[in-house]
């Protein structure tokens, strides 16, 4: 916005335009009779913090109740599991030419695992790490569900507005690390899927914000593939390492603020008023992001499965266990059998985390070992698809500053949870 002073135009700043606003507001807006109603005593207690922030932690805590218990309790652990552990997989081992030692048998069914220094078969589905059995479980088993769970409660919350509420609870946290209460909102997309929550950062205002987003989803934000599959395995860590990630989010944030040049400018945002949802506007919703999703998320499955397990057939991934696992295990603290899941993770970060949980429950590793692999998983690289739509999204600078600022973080951060486990007595 500019105007006239003299005969050359003149930027307004901020406050020059909040004073105008004013103005033209006194001269064009009438006040009459106003009745105070129940839901205008409700929207204002669910926006100012003395009773907003209560508010919105019992609605997180809702939020995360409902996701545990239908994606979790009803769906994965009531049918899924019981469907491919106990009858798609014994069919599978059953009726797929070759047996267990036999290089397809392994890429498409079961790699199985030593027990003795005998190979066995696997179990279950996350064990087995072929494409028919992991490579569908984990999609449709596991993450399907979670997702579902996941876009209904946030389109439900977006439709009886809100979330512009949140925004604004939380408008002041985010204005430290130079974003504002609306990258709540690219933050909440990419606890579902990274994809939408990238592509939800063209909002924001500045390259400066949109490359902060960007950055701190891509190394923070785990997907609602990640989540599911933690939450099914390691449902005991799930506060310590969501805690640990947030932590990460706001001081790294912070840090990037001062260190990234450019601005990050107030948003006026609108507030509306709250309303019945429309089963119609969330119905469809969930079917556009639950879509796009499966679209996204089945195929990279399924090719990181089979580029896995191709890495074992060939070899590849006993040389890059060789080559990293000094490195991971003294800097990082985790124990060899971890080496080649983590480096495996860079293809698909869930596949990556059901292996941990394989190992947990065989006594390879201890929980904290666990819970310090689960975060590296959840802040290095991210999946090929966020990648690749990062490419899109940011100039050839950019993409090199979010791949420098994710490898500092790996290295410093793992680091300094080792470091508190070996204070603490854990590690």
Not at 207 to 223: A, D, E, N, Y
Not at 270 to 280: I, K, Q, S, T
Not at 366 to 385: E, G, K
């Amino acid at each position: 916005m500019q105007v006239k002073k003299g005969v050359v135009k003149v930027p307004l700043s901020v406050d020059e335009r909040w004073d105008l606003i004013e103005k033209i507001t006194k001269q064009t807006v009438e006040f009459g009779a106003y009745k105070h109603t129940l839901k205008d005593a409700i929207a204002e207690l669910t926006v100012k913090p003395l009773t907003g922030i209560p508010v919105a932690i019992a609605v997180l805590y809702g939020f995360w109740s409902f996701f545990c218990d239908f994606a979790g309790t009803l769906f994965t652990d009531g049918f899924m599991v019981k469907i491919f552990d106990e009858h798609w997989l014994p069919w599978l081992q059953s009726v797929f030419p070759g047996g267990l030692g036999d290089p397809l048998y392994a890429l498409m069914v079961d790699a199985g695992h030593l027990e003795n220094g005998v190979l066995v078969p696997s179990d279950n589905c996350f064990e087995a790490f072929g494409v028919l059995t992991s490579g569908l479980f984990v999609p449709f088993g596991v993450v399907l569900w979670a997702v579902l769970a996941f876009y209904l409660v946030f389109a439900f919350l977006e439709d009886i507005g809100y979330l512009p509420r949140l925004a604004v609870l939380v408008d002041t946290v985010l204005h430290k690390i130079g974003l504002h209460g609306y990258a709540i909102v690219p933050t909440f997309l990419s606890l579902g899927c990274n994809v939408p929550g990238v592509m939800a950062t063209r909002v924001l205002e500045t390259r400066k914000q949109r490359f902060l987003m960007i950055t701190l989803l891509g190394i923070f934000i785990p997907c609602g593939a990640q989540i599911g599959i933690m939450q099914d395995l390691v449902p005991e860590l799930m506060g310590w390492i969501f805690l640990t990630l947030a932590i990460g989010y706001l001081g790294f944030g912070y840090i990037l603020n001062k260190i990234v040049p450019g601005e990050s400018p107030e948003i006026i945002m609108d507030v509306p008023p709250y309303r019945m949802p429309a089963l119609r506007n969330i119905a469809r919703k969930l079917w556009i992001r639950t879509s796009r999703f499966l679209l996204v998320a089945v195929p990279f499955v399924l090719l990181g499965c089979l580029i896995v397990g191709l890495m074992y057939l060939t070899g590849a991934m006993d040389w890059l266990a060789s080559v990293l696992g000094p490195l991971l295990m003294v800097w990082f603290g985790v124990p060899k059998e971890a080496v080649a899941p983590l480096i495996a993770g860079f293809l698909r970060k869930d596949l990556a985390v059901g292996v941990l949980g394989g190992l947990m429950e065989r006594g390879v590793m201890t929980h904290f070992q666990v819970f310090t692999s689960v975060v590296l998983l959840s802040i290095y690289f991210p999946c090929l698809a966020t990648f690749a739509l990062m490419l899109k999204e940011e100039n050839w600078k950019e993409f090199l500053g979010s791949l420098a600022s994710l490898v500092v973080v790996v290295f410093v951060y793992g680091g300094l949870i080792h470091l508190v486990g070996l204070m603490l007595g854990v590690a």
